[in-house]
C-alpha cells in the first residue's frame, strides 16, 4: 500500500509496544520492521516470556491504517537475558536477534530464548558457508548412489544420485545441514551443476553393465528450476551422449508449490526435452492430491 502507509503501520506497532511496556522499561525501532525492547523492571524470565506472550497476542488483533483493515501480523521475538547471555548492550542485542531468528525459523508468531546452542548453530552455519565456498573447487564433494529396486523382480530398476561432502576442516557433512546453506548463499547453482555433469558421466561409463531401461534420478533444488539452467543442463547432456529419456528429475513438493505456475512451465519444458519428471516427498507440505493431474510429471 505504499510508503506512507507502511509507516503509518509501524507507528501503530510503536503505539502498541508502548502501551504494553508502559513503566517496565524502553521501546525503540532499531531499523525497518524490527524493534527493541528493553526490560528493566522485571525479576524473572518467566516475566519476560509473559511480557513476550501479551505482545504477540496483541499484535495479532487487526489493525485499521487508513481506514483498511489488517488482520495477521506475523511477530517473532528474541529474548537475551543480562548477564547471562551477554554483559554489554551489543552481545545482548546480537544474541536476542539471534533467537528472534529462530523464532522465525521454527515458524513465526512465537518467542524464543537465546541459548549456549543458538550460538554454536550460529558458528557452526558460518563455518560451513565458508568451507563451501572453496569446497567445489578442492574436489570435496562425491557422489553415491542409491539403488532402486524392482518389487517384482528383484531387479535393479535405476539409481538415485546423492551428493555427500567430505571436508578436510569440518569432516563429514550430512546434506540435510550443507544443502541449505548452499540455497542461501547461492552456491547451490554451481554444486547442483556439478552433480547433474558428474552423475550423466557416471550413468555413461556404465553402458555396459546396464539395459536401455535402467534410469537415474538427479534431485533438482527449487532454485535450479529455470528455463535459463535447464538449457544448461541440456549442453551437459549433449556433451555426455547419455539418452535423455533415461534421467529422472527429482523434485520436492515443496519446490513445486512455491511457484507453481512457473515450475510447471519448466517442468513441461523438462518433459520436452526428452527427461522424466518425479515428485518427492509429496504430501509434506499438505498440497492436494488435485495438484498432481496438473502436474507434468511421471
Same mark, same amino acid.
Not at 20 to 36: L, M, P, Q, W, Y
Not at 125 to 154: G, N, S
Given at each position: ?43 524473572? @524470565?518467566?516475566?519476560?516470556?509473559? %511480557? #513476550? !506472550?501479551?505482545?504477540? *497476542? ?8 487508513? &481506514? ?106 550430512? @546434506?540435510?545441514?550443507?544443502?541449505? %546453506? #548452499? !540455497?542461501?548463499?547461492? *552456491? ?8 547433474? &555433469? ?101
Amino acid at each position: 500500500y505504499g510508503h506512507a502507509f507502511g509507516d503509518a503501520f509501524l507507528h501503530e506497532i510503536a503505539k502498541r509496544l508502548k502501551s504494553i511496556i508502559a513503566h517496565k522499561g524502553t521501546v525503540s525501532r532499531i531499523g525497518g520492521d524490527e524493534f527493541c525492547v528493553l526490560l528493566t523492571d522485571i525479576q524473572t @524470565p518467566d516475566d519476560a516470556k509473559s %511480557i #513476550a !506472550e501479551t505482545i504477540l *497476542s496483541n499484535l495479532k488483533q487487526k489493525t485499521e491504517i487508513k &481506514k483498511r483493515e489488517i488482520h495477521t501480523i506475523s511477530t517473532s521475538i528474541g529474548i537475551a537475558f543480562f548477564p547471562d547471555n551477554g554483559r554489554t548492550a551489543t552481545k545482548l542485542m546480537r544474541n536476542a536477534d539471534m533467537a528472534m531468528y529462530h523464532a522465525k525459523a521454527v515458524g513465526r508468531g512465537t518467542y524464543q530464548l537465546f541459548s549456549k546452542s543458538l550460538d554454536d548453530d550460529r558458528r557452526r552455519r558460518a563455518a560451513i558457508e565458508e568451507q563451501l565456498r572453496i569446497a567445489l573447487k578442492h574436489d570435496e564433494f562425491f557422489l553415491v548412489y542409491q539403488p532402486q529396486i524392482c518389487i517384482k523382480t528383484k531387479k535393479i530398476i535405476g539409481v538415485e544420485a546423492l551428493i555427500r561432502w567430505n571436508s578436510p576442516v569440518l569432516g563429514m557433512v550430512p @546434506p540435510n545441514e550443507f544443502i541449505e %546453506i #548452499a !540455497e542461501s548463499s547461492g *552456491s547451490i547453482y554451481d554444486i547442483g551443476e556439478w552433480v547433474f &555433469k558428474t552423475a550423466c558421466h557416471h550413468f555413461k561409463s556404465w553402458d555396459n553393465l546396464i539395459n536401455d531401461d535402467f534410469v537415474i534420478s538427479i534431485n533438482f533444488s527449487a532454485l535450479q528450476l529455470t528455463a535459463e539452467y535447464f538449457g544448461r543442463a541440456q549442453a551437459v547432456l549433449n556433451n555426455s551422449g547419455v539418452d535423455t529419456h533415461r534421467i529422472v528429475v527429482e523434485v520436492t513438493e515443496t519446490a513445486i508449490m512455491e511457484h507453481f505456475d512457473e515450475t510447471t512451465a519448466v517442468l513441461q519444458l523438462v518433459r520436452e526435452m526428452g527427461m522424466l519428471v518425479a515428485v518427492d516427498d509429496f504430501g509434506t507440505g499438505y498440497s492436494s492430491l488435485n495438484y498432481l493431474k496438473n502436474l507434468p510429471i511421471d
